[in-house]
């Protein structure tokens, strides 16, 4: 159920363009240099940064905003089956987390369209630049420092046996992804401060003002909006407790013993102390219990991060969403189809203590009086857990399982 971040696969169908910019550091006088010397400069100063060398050289290839979309039509469709869109889409709505009626694809493709500055294809070993203005500048630069490091992780640590997509685990992608995201933002960060004089950074500003990305994030529903920026955000400030930890040898760890859950990306202190998600198994007979017709479409786990976004979109404040969400310790949701398009969500929820659930229980009937759909929460003390049901026909499950 999650947005693609900056590192889409891409198509063979992009080409490369030529294009000259002065280097960061050059002098008023100097002459113009070819975009491979300024991308050769620029992988030399993130390999000093990162302490990682590339194994194979990938050429960046520019591409306009106009093959960017091409491509990330091509590559949502490649890689999203229609069943596993329906679910996700479906249960997105559910949760109110998306108005009904949307289409899951166009809200992220537009989303994308406008957002993504560029991307590294771990599939396909290759690395493009979107430069929507044609030239290469600092925007351009400070995206291709990003990602070549993501080419650095790829050739290190293979970033295709991560597990980023995998299906009906939301959280723990999510989680991973944010490792990944973290890294390489890290290492933006600090190329940028190293290298790009004050008029650098004023031009990057103005690049980052751009209507279309603007519009692209203000257009954007709550959730899409902010599982894409919490791989950036969330993915660097773990990144560098880690780093503060014992420097990149310590995210170099990291890429060995990824976190489990959005938990422990968000509360760093409980990847160290290696705090597991609790696995949670749903009853079998979910779907019959509603009768004929219905049946299981599809399961997924949602974790700490999505929780607060759910409540957060849903009418409960974000500070108490934080608290609400904070004893999580495990989670499992099922999407239940029924007769004429209806749907049910069961949600089961554990928590690390009894205050930690009724927080929580507390919360998530706030978001269900928001959404109004049939729904109920019930809230199991000596679990500790709390059971949601959203939906057609919510009110007829938890009674009969939980009591």
């Known amino acids: 159920m999650l947005a693609a971040g900056c590192t889409p696969a891409p198509t063979a169908t992009t080409t490369p363009t030529s294009t000259t910019a002065p280097p960061p550091s050059a002098s008023p006088v100097a002459t113009q240099v070819s975009a491979a010397e300024i991308y050769a400069g620029i992988r030399s100063q993130v390999e000093a940064i990162r302490g990682l060398e590339p194994t194979a050289d990938v050429d960046p290839v520019t591409i306009d905003a106009a093959q960017l979309r091409t491509n990330l039509e091509t590559e949502f469709d490649k890689e999203n089956a229609a069943d596993a869109l329906r679910f996700s889409e479906e249960t997105l709505i559910t949760l109110g987390l998306l108005p009904a009626g949307s289409s899951l694809r166009k809200l992220t493709l537009d989303f994308e369209a406008g957002q993504v500055a560029g991307y590294y294809s771990p599939d396909r070993k290759e690395l493009f630049v979107v430069s929507r203005s044609g030239a290469l500048g600092p925007a351009e630069e400070v995206t291709y420092a990003h990602e070549f490091t993501h080419q650095l992780q790829d050739q290190t640590f293979d970033l295709s046996k991560l597990g980023l997509d995998s299906a009906n685990q939301s959280d723990r992608a999510l989680a991973q992804l944010a490792v990944v995201e973290g890294d390489a933002v890290s290492v933006q960060t600090r190329w940028t401060a190293e290298n790009l004089t004050a008029e650098e950074l004023g031009q990057l500003l103005t690049a980052s003002l751009d209507p279309a990305a603007i519009e692209a994030l203000r257009n954007a529903p709550p959730y899409l909006r902010d599982t894409a920026l919490f791989p950036y955000q969330d993915g660097f400030a773990f990144v560098s407790n880690r ?161």
Do not use: C
């Not at 786990?301 to 409960?316: H, Y």
């Not at 495990?330 to 930690?356: C, I, K, M, S, Y």
């Open 243 to 403: 780093i503060g930890a014992g420097g990149y040898s310590a995210v170099d760890a990291v890429f060995a013993d990824l976190p489990e859950s959005t938990e422990q990306v968000l509360h760093p202190e409980k990847y160290a102390a290696q705090e597991m998600p609790v696995k949670v198994k749903l009853p079998a007979e979910l779907a019959a219990t509603l009768g004929a017709g219905w049946k299981n479409a599809g399961e997924d786990t949602l974790g700490e991060f999505i929780l607060q976004t759910w409540l957060t979109v849903n009418g409960v404040s974000g500070a108490t969403a934080r608290e609400a969400t904070a004893g999580w310790g495990g989670d499992r949701l099922e999407l239940l189809r029924g007769p004429h398009g209806a749907t049910t969500v069961f949600l089961e929820t554990v928590w690390d203590n009894v205050l930690d659930a009724a927080e929580f229980a507390a919360a998530a009937k706030t978001a269900i009086a928001e959404i109004r759909p049939e729904g109920m929460v019930v809230f199991v003390e000596q679990a500790p857990r709390v059971y949601v049901t959203l939906g057609a026909g919510a009110g007829e499950i938890a009674p009969r399982f939980f009591r």
